[in-house]
């Protein structure tokens, strides 16, 4: 049985709330958050909210993260943000191929590849995001569309860059809709992605990597889902904008420890 050290709780915001609102969630949310040594907790807001959210969030150990960003280092790109500037805001950890990224916004694997690069460049952490869609897992092909992924923009990585990479499968028939892959289909894509990088990086690696479940995760399903073997925590979208059903959600990460 695999041994979890840590379980992760990261919020991806999307585009939602605005700073006033960010503002009222984390009153609320700091009323309550009590930290864990075990349980890491993450929030991804928009662009124009992280640096008062980093500023805000100092005396806690939430870290505030990004949810995309450029993969050049600088230059003429209207309208995108690089890894520098993120730094330079207080942001170390980034959100990289969300499905709606590869979805409305046209990134590839050969993208994801090169912002990936410029993250461990940067000394940044990604967490990468995998998953099939509703046709591609009724036509068994979700196991291959998802190596291919991994394959495709973590492959070129030395061993010692995987350090810095969180991993996030999340099956788009589940993000957003209500309908949850069952913590069984989590777990064994789980430990594919597992096999996956272990046939080039080996077992030991590809055991300490995270790999969190995404995709309608709520405080009524939380539990079930941190307690597969597989299951390194949670990236969780619509139930991370309510502070109370945020708590929650750690709460059952904390529960696992118990
Ligand atoms: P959801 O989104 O929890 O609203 O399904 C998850 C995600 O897209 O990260």
């Known amino acids: 049985m695999r041994k979890k050290k840590k379980i992760y709780v990261a919020g991806n915001w999307k585009m939602n709330l605005d700073l006033k609102e960010a503002e009222q969630f984390y009153a609320v949310f700091n009323r309550h958050y009590r930290s864990h040594p075990h349980v890491k907790v993450m929030i991804a807001p928009a662009f ?31 309208g995108e943000v690089s890894a520098a500037m993120l730094k330079s805001v207080g ?33 940044m952490t990604a967490v990468f995001c995998v998953g099939e869609k509703w046709e591609e897992r009724e036509a068994g092909r979700h ?3 998802v190596a291919d992924q991994v394959k495709k923009a973590l ?58 479940y995404g995709g309608s ?18 990236l969780v979208g619509g139930a991370s904008l309510i502070p109370e059903k945020f708590l929650d959600i750690i709460e059952a990460a904390k529960q696992y420890f118990d």
């Open 48 to 78: 124009t909210h992280l640096y008062r959210m980093v500023y805000l969030y100092e005396d806690t150990d939430v870290e505030i993260m990004a949810q995309n960003m450029h993969w050049a280092a600088k230059g003429a790109y209207t």
């Open 91 to 123: 942001v170390e950890t980034v959100i990289l191929g969300h499905s709606e990224r590869r979805q409305y916004f046209c990134e590839t694997d050969e993208i994801l590849q090169k912002k990936v690069q410029r993250v461990i460049e940067e000394n």
């Open 143 to 145: 196991f291959q569309t």
């Open 155 to 212: 492959f070129s990585l030395h061993p010692e860059d995987w350090e810095e990479i969180v991993i996030a499968y999340e099956p788009v028939w589940a993000i957003g809709t209500g309908q949850t892959a069952t913590p069984q289909q989590a777990d064994e894509m789980h430990r594919h992605i597992r096999e996956v990088i272990a046939s080039k990086y080996g077992n030991q690696l590809a055991g300490r990597i995270p790999v969190l």
């Open 217 to 234: 995760v709520k405080p009524e399903n939380a539990a079930e889902i941190f307690a597969m073997e597989n299951v390194d925590g949670a």
